[in-house]
């Protein structure tokens, strides 16, 4: 079974500033997707950005970005110019290629945007 | 167009009740996903239905929880018994299709249910 690890329970950042969340996954599988949630307070969940692991370039979604290194195993997300609004819980999930949709998440990083 | 809909938002249980927890997908959509967020925890798969059909009922536990999705109306997923380990936050997701990707995933902002 398919495994996503989180290492850092939480995380800070001074506002303007980068921070990257790490996620380590396992899994016997070549084809697969990769996926950063955000959920605030309100616990909607939205997501931040996907990967698709075929592709090599990694996904970039405006200040969001990743680093995806397949044979590491590695998927750490990159913040860059941190907002307020930045502040939230993020879950790093994987799925599978073809069959179920189900995901499977981390246990998340708490990440806090200070003033 | 609105999200996907999960009611009640909170959910308040004594030991032995039942809950039942609806979400109305996104209109169009015909798969429907169930998760369940224990306290410090992500977000675990339980079940995934298309109308009136389960497709993958491997994340759920055997006993006093059931899902349904019929084709009228919302999806429901059913706890009997409820017991304080189901405290948790259940969301739903759904999708139009079963897709190469979740670009398509939209999620409600869940149901807390608490059990006295």
């Known amino acids: 079974a398919q495994t996503v690890t989180q290492s850092q329970p939480e995380m800070s950042v001074q506002e303007a500033e980068t921070v990257t969340l790490s996620c380590t996954y396992d899994?016997?599988?070549?084809?697969?997707?990769l996926f950063w949630y955000k959920q605030p307070p309100s616990r909607q969940m939205i997501l931040v950005i996907r990967?698709?692991?075929?592709?090599?370039q990694n996904a970039t979604e405006n200040r969001f970005s990743v680093n995806f290194q397949k044979a590491a195993k590695s998927f750490s997300l990159k913040i860059s110019d941190s907002q307020l609004g930045d502040a939230a819980m993020y879950f790093c999930?994987?799925?599978?290629?073809?069959?179920?949709?189900?995901?499977?998440f981390g246990k998340g990083t708490k990440l806090t945007v200070n003033p | 167009n609105a999200g996907v809909m999960q009611n009640p938002r909170h959910l308040v249980r004594r030991r032995g009740q039942e809950a039942r927890l609806r979400c109305s997908p996104m209109k169009g959509h015909s798969h429907v996903y169930w998760y369940r967020q224990l306290p410090e925890e992500g977000l675990k798969f339980m079940v995934y239905l298309q109308k009136e059909n389960i497709i993958d009922e491997s994340g759920m536990p055997k006993e006093r929880f059931s899902a349904e999705f019929p084709k009228e109306g919302p999806s429901i997923l059913r706890i009997q018994q409820v017991v304080r380990g189901d405290s948790a936050a259940y969301f739903c997701?759904?999708?139009?299709?079963?897709?190469?990707?979740?670009?398509?995933?939209?999620f409600g902002s869940g149901t807390q249910l608490s059990v006295l």
């Open positions: 990967q698709e692991a075929y592709k090599q």
């Open positions: 999930a994987y799925r599978s290629d073809g069959g179920s949709e189900k995901l499977v």
């Open positions: 899994t016997s599988e070549s084809d697969y997707y």
């Open positions: 997701a759904s999708s139009p299709q079963q897709g190469r990707t979740n670009e398509k995933l939209f």
